[in-house]
């Protein structure tokens, strides 16, 4: 059965969730204060290169779950009952943790019944990725048959799509943030195409989002074949330096739009979510970077000790890293930040920030992939908590 894995799936994960602790890493020099803190100029500057360059790692995620799962390769009941003892059970293991650890325990299994705990937002990707089971069903008669062209059109829809977020900044300006009942802001959306304040629903709505990385996976599983490392480097390189572009300047010039030049700057939670705008999964430049990520990862062919010792297993694991993560990772990063200080006038001057942030994704990940990959070898129990 190993030698019919997907290789290059097995060291996506392991590279995805590096990528996803490096983001979580750099949340504390852009997120503080009021809700909203960059101290220096530097620090933004850090930000806009160490917390893009990740930026594909959920979607990687995606595009490994439909390259290996769609279209369903048996029943649909069958297909929800293995998804369920993968996904479910270690999800709600890893929500009630994350419920009596964090917070007030009472209050957040009331929210529960709503949202997954904010807290603990990394696992708002789980509810999204039940969403995307719920409709491999439905869509994969479909993709059995379509033929690549066709394909072509419908990604070619997508990807126009993830410029839509760039088009309402230029139409609408610096959006009005709004607030629901848990706090958490949402920007205001300029309606485009049909959208209007009694309808969201707009043209592109049905093709947006990360049902364009399900296609993705298909996509290359169905018609992308062997590319020699010149072609690929040829396509993959401009694609990745053209998504980060997108990415890192677009967080910055509304950085700088903000701050006037003046640092620190500080305001509630709504700016940073302003910030975040061009490297939202749904965006362009995070769009052509994990086309990039894909193009290069399906290149890696080592199959050696390295990989039997240390990928597979932590692949194997990667579902339980996800999800285990942030509880050893804020307390890491808090560490570091105790002992080296903030900002310029840390212990090591500008250095102080990346240091901090690649010091916190090397002891978390290392931490982490070890608890799980050993807490998933015991019998019995392994499967049902990190799956």
Known sequence: MEKQREIWIDWLRVIACFLVMMTHSNEPFYLGGEGSLILTKADAIWVAVLNVLPRASVALFVVASSYLQFPLHYPTGEFFRR??????????????????????????????????????????????????YLIMPILSPWAEKVGKKELQVYLGIWLFTTVIPLVRQ??????????????IPNAAKYPLWG????????????????????????????????????????????LFFGGFAICSLGFLSRVWADCHGVFPIEGPVGLAALWEGPWLNDTLGVALMTIAWILVLRKTKGEGCFYKNIILPVSKASYGIYLSHMLLLGIVSAWLRSGLGLGANGALGIWTTPVQVIGTVLLSYFGVALFCVLVQRIPKVGKWVIG
């Open 195 to 238: 959208e209007a304040s009694w309808n969201t629903y707009g043209v592109f709505y049905y093709l947006s989002g990360f049902v364009g990385y399900m296609l993705l996976g298909l996509y290359f599983r169905k018609f992308v074949g062997e590319l020699s490392w010149k072609k690929t480097l040829a396509v993959a390189l401009p």
């Open 83 to 132: 998804r369920a003892v993968r996904i479910l059970i270690p999800f709600f293991i890893w929500t009630v943790v994350y419920a009596l650890v964090w917070g007030e325990p009472v209050q957040n299994f009331k929210d529960l019944l709503l949202n997954f705990n904010y807290a603990a937002g990394h696992l708002w990707f789980v509810y999204m990725l039940i969403g995307l």
């Open 170 to 183: 230029w139409a609408g300006g610096a959006a009005p943030v709004i607030y629901g009942p848990s706090g």
